[in-house]
């Protein structure tokens, strides 16, 4: 099974990825992406998935599972981000 090393990397990997989460939420409902600042998501988003690389170089499964997942995250939020910042600018 998983040493308590390895579970707590995936416990601490999972509080840090879902913490994404409720910006996702509130974001889509709201469908306001204003208080986003674009340099940020775009430079985080890089960040995780270097992690992401990283992990599978190294074969640590908290740092994959969590990157991943947060980078889907982060690469929704940009989404929504450039969604917004060019549709305003094209409206």
Known sequence: ???ILELTGLVAASLTT???LPQVVQTWRSR???GLNLPML???AAGIALW???GFGTGQLPVILANSVTLCLVAIL???KLR???WRQTA
Request: aromatic fraction near 24%; proline fraction near 0%; glycine fraction near 4%.
């Open 42 to 44: 775009a430079v985080l």
């Open 1 to 3: 099974m998983f040493s």
């Open 52 to 54: 992401t690389i990283y």
């Open 84 to 86: 917004d910042t060019f």
């Open 32 to 34: 306001s992406t204003e």
């Open 18 to 20: 879902f913490a994404f």
């Open 78 to 80: 940009l989404g929504l």
